[in-house]
């Protein structure tokens, strides 16, 4: 497969983390979505490189894009510290979990869409949350999870938390 999708919510008030993200190779699609995000950035979205430190970027090479406009600098540095720090833990980890393949890690990209809410205060939550949606996300991605079944299954007592009724 070119590409895996997965998805995941971790914790809550303004500190929730939700996490979109697809992982695939670098010649596919997903290769192609990761080029446009960092080559194609916009006012209020800077898009940025997963690192665990400056100069250590994770394997497989993932790229954070805003799923909110970033409207000031309180936002704009809880996604460049505390949420990246998180992405890029929950990647590697993954590698290191063997949830995606060692030996995969060099072919393979991720685009990873971060919620960070407006009024987002507390650091260690942001981290905490993120850290958690994003290992799930790349577990749900790699293990084709939910399958057809699961879903079908689940559907109807299914409830949204943000459908507003």
């Known amino acids: ?23 695939g190779s670098k010649d596919g699609p997903v290769g192609t979505a990761f080029a446009n995000a960092l080559a194609r950035q916009s006012e209020g979205h800077s898009n940025l490189l997963a690192v665990l430190t400056p100069n ?13 406009t970033i409207k000031g600098m309180r936002q704009a540095v809880q996604m460049f510290g505390p949420a990246q720090a998180a992405v890029a833990k929950a ?7 063997g949830v995606i393949k060692k030996g995969d890690a060099e072919d393979l990209v991720c685009v990873c869409g971060v919620f960070i809410h407006p009024e987002a205060a507390d650091d260690k939550k942001i981290y905490e949350y993120n850290y958690d949606a994003t290992k799930m996300a790349v ?14 299954a689940g ?11």
Do not use: C, Q, W, Y
Request: no cysteine; net charge negative.
């Open 155 to 165: 559907k109807d007592d299914a409830a949204h938390p943000f459908r507003g009724f």
């Open 1 to 23: 497969m070119s590409m895996f999708i997965g998805e995941a919510l971790s914790g809550d008030g303004n500190e929730i983390a939700h996490i979109d993200l697809m992982i």
């Open 56 to 68: 250590l970027a994770v394997k497989p090479a993932t790229v954070m894009i805003t799923k909110v």
């Open 139 to 152: 577990k749900n991605a790699m293990e084709n999870k939910p399958s057809v079944d699961e879903m079908l």
């Open 91 to 97: 990647v590697a980890d993954s590698v290191a979990d």
